[in-house]
């Protein structure tokens, strides 16, 4: 079969992380695999590595519903038995999904569209998951929340929605003694940093980075907790502004900043607990699943997807979106007990390993 993906962005996260897997995950098994992505972005480059056929195009001219764009999408879809795309933000009146429904349309394509969606933004239109009637779609959720909500709230026909995991690679995510003394040489920390609290991924507004740094703060002047550090890991638009503000609240011995990296696994060993404050726009992040799988206990807010795999006392601690307080309270939790910390990161391997498993979770969109 030949399986096409669409990345409508620039950018480097864990949902193009995941394309990246995906493809060279049916390239190992024999499928063929095409990327539609933006010229110089990263999905495009590492598929083209993993030996994909790559389609690019120019960014800007695709919103604006170029015809020399539409004929670029047509010419890579065309050879495609199914094209999954990921439900992003639109760019002002376009959107990825309405414009892959158009080109599979103008260009009389067989080509089955299958928008992949983890989070709900109240505004996203019923369009970006349904785009035409006349084309063949079927939504994948990677939630049981996410599932729910476009059935019942946007009314798409539950025989067209299928929830499927996004899952990770379990075998990759385990802590060794060898791991973990490379980690130490990657991340040094004072040494009697603890608890060590991770926050990985984009930097930006909806993550709610400031309120780890407003939770460190209180917790130092407490005096509570006179160890701990806060490590931050990528990149974002809010990064100078996280990095101000450690300055401005007199952190500097306790939060460090490192760039993104395709070794989140170096990162789940230096920590004690991962920090997962969002504020909104959430599916299941990969993010808390990896940390899972190397028995790393998570502190996250309760929204979307997430309190199907972060259940409290038993693999971490759910939060309020925004409530330092209730951050400050669940991070002293896990933090005062080590026998609990250790039967939460056992408990959450557990969940990921018999639920979660990245392949398994491939081979269902065939």
């Known amino acids: 079969m030949h399986i096409g ?65 539409k004929k670029v999408w047509i010419e890579g879809l065309a050879p495609c038995k199914v094209a999954v795309t990921t439900i992003h933000p639109p760019r002002d009146d376009f959107h990825c999904s309405v414009f892959a429904a158009k080109c599979i349309k103008e260009g009389s394509l067989d080509t089955i569209l299958v928008p992949k969606t983890g989070s709900i933004v109240p505004w996203y239109l019923r369009d970006y998951y349904q785009p035409d009637p006349g084309v063949n779609t079927r939504v994948v959720s990677i939630t049981s929340f996410t599932k729910d909500y ?54 930006e507004n909806r993550k709610g980075q400031i309120i780890l740094l407003q939770a460190v703060k209180r917790l130092l002047d407490s005096g509570e907790l006179p160890n701990i550090h806060a490590m931050f890991v990528g990149e974002g638009p809010d990064e100078e502004m996280l990095k101000a503000v450690t300055k401005v609240y007199g952190l500097e011995d306790h939060v460090s900043f490192y760039p993104f990296t ?88 557990k969940l990921v390993k018999e639920k979660m498993n990245k392949i398994e979770q491939f081979d269902a969109f065939r």
Do not use: H
């Not at 995906?22 to 480059?45: L, M, N």
């Not at 299941?284 to 795999?309: F, H, Q, R, Y």
């Open 5 to 69: 993906f669409i990345e409508d962005t620039p950018l480097r996260g864990g949902t193009q992380i995941w394309v990246t897997e995906a493809c060279r995950d049916f390239i190992s098994k024999g499928e063929e695999v095409t990327i539609v992505a933006p010229e110089g972005s990263y999905v495009a480059g590492k598929c083209k590595e993993a030996g994909a056929r790559i389609c690019t195009y120019d960014y800007e001219a695709a919103a604006m519903d170029n015809e020399e764009m």
């Open 150 to 203: 476009l059935i019942d709230v946007y009314k798409i026909p539950a025989d067209m929605v299928d929830l499927i995991y996004q899952g990770i690679e379990v075998g990759r995510f385990v802590s060794t003694e060898e791991s973990k003394a490379e980690a130490l040489k990657r991340y040094p920390l004072k040494e009697n940093a603890g608890p060590v609290l991770g926050s990985i991924g984009s930097m």
């Open 262 to 349: 395709s070794e989140p696994n170096y990162v789940f060993d230096r920590i004690d607990i991962l920090a997962f404050p969002s504020l909104y726009k959430e599916g299941l992040p990969n993010v808390l699943l990896e940390a899972m799988s190397m028995k790393v206990p998570v502190i996250s807010t309760d929204i979307a997807g997430i309190p199907e795999v972060v259940k409290n006392d038993e693999t971490g601690y759910l939060t309020t979106p925004g409530n330092v307080e209730e951050f400050c309270d669940a991070i002293e939790k896990v933090w005062e007990s080590p026998e609990n910390c250790l039967k939460m990161g056992e408990n959450a391997r």
